[in-house]
Nanobody, 124 residues
Framework: QAQLVESGGGLVQAGGSLRLSCAAS????????MGWFRQGPGKEREFVAGIRWSGGGTRYADSVKGRFSISRDNAKNTVYLQMNSLKPEDTAVYYC?????????????????WGQGTQVTVSS
């Protein structure tokens, strides 16, 4: 079992930036893909970004491409989500998730460990 703890959320104006962090413990971090998902008010949880075990492969939702960047530091057991040019529609609770394998795709069923979430609110 892994424990995932997100941090870095908050209130920011449109056009601003935030950096989310997710610290993992309890399972060999470097052996698994990691992902970020979000759930906005009245919406279903959706994939934001994923990164493979080695950091060598990343993928993004179309809605965040060019604005968000996912990275990981396996020495620190931490995955990051750098969010730039934020928009009000990015407002959501952001969740960190650990994959069941080395891959990190857009399907929630690929992940078996989830953090508690961190709120990101973007004002217009």
């Amino acid at each position: 079992q892994a424990q995932l703890v997100e941090s870095g959320g908050g209130l920011v104006q449109a056009g601003g930036s935030l950096r989310l962090s997710c610290a993992a413990s309890g399972r060999a971090f470097s052996a698994y893909g990691m992902g970020w998902f979000r759930q906005g008010p009245g919406k279903e949880r959706e994939f934001v970004a994923g990164i493979r075990w080695s950091g060598g492969g990343t993928r993004y939702a179309d809605s965040v491409k060019g604005r968000f960047s996912i990275s990981r530091d396996n020495a620190k057991n931490t995955v990051y989500l750098q969010m730039n040019s934020l928009k009000p529609e990015d407002t959501a609770v952001y969740y960190c998730a650990q994959s069941k394998s080395i891959d990190a795709g857009p399907i929630t069923a690929m992940y078996d460990q989830w953090g508690q979430g961190t709120q990101v609110t973007v004002s217009s």
